[in-house]
């Protein structure tokens, strides 16, 4: 990772720091130095977006397809409360199995086996703030959808992969901070866009460019799912307390016990809003027999959204996101993992049921530096921004995916008529009219 970008249009020029640092292989080129500085350009100053092609007419261009990227893989949260160190960490076996279910003690164990795993109950207990730096690279892989023609019996479905325009995704560095239990940041720059997003313990809070404000929640969020990601043991094992264990699954040849959380009604309610209703969440880990450690995290998010005024004037979403966790290293005597996969597929499906989409996502990610208790690193750190947008004082809708946006690809295809050409970069498959 590289945090100062070279001059290469002037050789007395001064270096430029990147707010973010930005992944090696973005200023490497086969041919020469100015191959290498159009490259870091390119991918750190935002294009316009190429509206002569097919796909442009259905995906709105990259623009569209970064938004979606970070508005849905790029900060979402985890809607279910965090149990305090103490719950987990301090209090023995015994106590904390009295008088729960089988499903709830096997949990209880679990978790304490993956603590002892992770580093220890004393070494996560002294971690007080941490920072974490690294890459990623996410691209939208598959777009399939479905169409009822009007008046006919008849349906219409259309599959395209390989949406990345041919640069096999969009790379991009990000930078996480967190102090205490529930004081968060993060900074994420993709292909020449920010997101930032962050919690100061009472408020969280999400910026980003197609944003006139920073949105905000006016209640107290869950983690950070990328928390949850290996980089974070401490909230990992806290927030899995409260689980139950529904069984075993084998993943990447691996035996695991996966235990299973469920957003509680009170937390659905405070998620939704006039025009969106959360109607289900559910996470769940699986944890390895062999090591201890997490090594696969997935969860599932149904939103149902009023589109107008009619009754029927409704749109479902469900966001699916599974997370492969690898490469653990000892990191001052905690084990964290370094380098993961994320899988992120989004339904839409109208109540009418005449037409559905499936939009498929992928995240790589590598962890290039990761430490432990920053020194000077404030609470002041973590305050929101000035022009925080709460539920309180405007309807803006606080969603980590914006799962209402016109940009959104599945809501333009809905509409938008399906006349496709060929495409250099991308495999369009056309099925044509079949009965329904």
Wanted: hydrophobic share 35%.
């Amino acid at each position: 990772m590289r945090t100062l970008c070279p001059n290469f249009d002037r050789e007395d020029g001064l270096e430029t720091v990147l707010e973010v640092p930005m992944p090696e292989e973005l200023f490497c080129s086969e041919n020469n130095k100015t191959g290498a500085w159009r490259t870091v350009k390119s991918s750190l100053l935002r294009s316009p977006p190429d509206n002569t092609s097919s796909l442009s007419t259905l995906f709105g261009g990259r623009d569209a397809q970064i938004q979606m990227l970070l508005g849905i893989v790029g900060a979402p949260l985890i809607p279910l409360p965090v149990t305090s160190d103490r719950d987990i960490l301090d209090h023995p076996m015994s106590k904390l199995i009295k008088n729960q279910s089988i499903e709830s003690a096997m949990a209880k164990y679990i978790v304490k086996q993956y603590t002892a795993a992770a580093g220890g109950e004393v070494a996560l207990a002294g971690v007080e703030s941490m920072y974490a730096i690294g890459k990623v690279k996410m691209g939208v892989t598959e777009f399939c959808a479905t169409k009822t023609l009007i008046g006919k019996r008849k349906k219409k479905m259309v599959r395209i992969k390989n949406l990345n325009n041919g640069n096999g995704g969009e790379m991009g560095g990000f930078v996480l901070w967190k102090k205490g239990s529930s004081q968060w940041s993060l900074e994420l720059v993709v292909s020449g866009c920010k997101v930032s997003a962050g919690c100061d313990g009472n408020v969280a809070w999400k910026q980003s460019p197609w944003l006139s404000h920073s949105h905000a929640s006016n209640e107290p969020s869950g983690p950070l799912r990328r928390f949850l990601q290996g980089l974070d043991p401490k909230t990992t094992a806290n927030l899995f307390a409260g689980s139950v264990c529904v069984g075993e699954k084998v993943v990447n040849n691996e035996e695991c016990f996966v235990l299973k959380l469920e957003t509680q009604p009170a937390g659905l309610k405070s998620r939704s809003t006039s025009g969106i209703e959360t109607v289900k969440h559910t996470l769940w880990g699986c944890f390895s027999q062999r090591t201890g450690l997490l090594v696969q995290l997935e969860d599932t998010y149904l939103v149902r959204i009023r589109t107008g005024p009619e009754e029927e004037d409704v749109v479902l979403w469900e966001t699916t996101s599974e997370t492969m966790i690898q490469d653990y290293k000892s990191v001052d005597g905690i084990q964290i993992a370094h380098r993961g996969k994320t899988q992120v597929s989004l339904l839409r499906l109208d109540e009418s049921l005449e037409s559905h989409s499936k939009t498929t996502m992928e995240e790589s990610w590598e962890v290039e530096e990761v430490g432990f208790n920053v020194k000077g690193l404030s609470s002041d750190f973590f305050l929101p921004p000035g022009d925080l947008c709460t539920k309180e004082n405007e309807e803006c809708g606080f969603d980590f995916g914006d799962y209402s946006s016109p940009m959104m690809m599945p809501l333009k295809v809905s509409t938008a008529p399906w006349k496709l050409k060929s495409s250099r970069v991308t495999a369009i498959e056309d099925f044509g009219e079949f009965e329904g």
